[in-house]
């Protein structure tokens, strides 16, 4: 990572994201500008990544993706002067979890997309109970983030029309660990509790698997 590419890619975002769509992120000043914390949102798809990234600048995020983003060179360049976090999906990526542990420990802020894959419709997934591991190990709180609209850019920019995306932010919370070592089962229901967190800043509509019954 250089400083002018890091300059070249925000600049690169923050052109992107005016031109393709329409901001509403009200509360975006709830986000701290400082960590450790760890910041989860939902994912829907690479589109997304231009207005977040514009939105959060200054912050100093560090965001974990998936390693076959680097297959594309454009994307992976951009994420490279991001700093960003490449992790290996289906496997235990001891090397990624040391990285994200140390971000933390270095008072950084780690990004986290629990649900681990892009939804395309806005939809919630079920999360991933990883985020869990990285929270209950380093001890940081979590910052949960939710953003909708974004699922109907590639739509409108076939029709040259600019997308609304709206970006909400909630409160620090920590998770609560069983006694003794969380089974998986215990694990996920941490995942799902940091899911629905971000479900509550969502329309109802894009809850998902985490709908009202």
């Not at 996920?188 to 800043?201: E, Y």
Request: overall charge positive; glycine content about 8%; some cysteine.
């Amino acid at each position: 990572m250089s400083r002018l590419g890091c300059r070249i890619a925000n600049a690169a975002a923050w052109i992107t994201a005016r031109s393709i769509f329409r901001i509403d992120a009200q509360d975006v000043d709830k986000i701290p500008m400082e960590g450790p914390y760890i910041l989860v949102s939902n994912h829907v798809s690479a589109l997304e990544l231009p207005p977040l990234r514009m939105l959060m600048n200054p912050r100093p995020v560090r965001t974990l993706a998936k390693i076959e983003t680097w297959d594309k060179k454009l994307l992976g360049w951009v994420l490279d002067q991001w700093e960003a976090i490449p992790i290996k999906r289906g496997e235990s990526d001891m090397a990624a979890l040391r990285t994200s542990l140390q971000v933390l420990k270095d008072g950084g802020i780690l990004g986290i997309m629990p649900e681990g894959t892009r939804s395309g419709d806005g939809q919630l997934g079920r999360g991933n109970p990883g985020v869990t591991i990285l929270a209950l190990k380093s001890g940081c709180p979590i910052v949960p983030m939710a953003f909708w609209g974004v699922e109907k850019a590639k739509a409108n920019i076939k029709k040259l029309r600019r997308t609304d995306f709206h970006l909400r932010a909630g409160d620090p919370f920590t998770l609560q660990p069983p006694a003794g070592k969380p089974s998986h089962e215990d694990r996920q229901k941490m995942a799902d509790t940091v899911m629905q967190h971000i479900a509550a800043l969502l329309p109802e509509e894009y809850h998902g698997v985490y709908g009202a019954p």
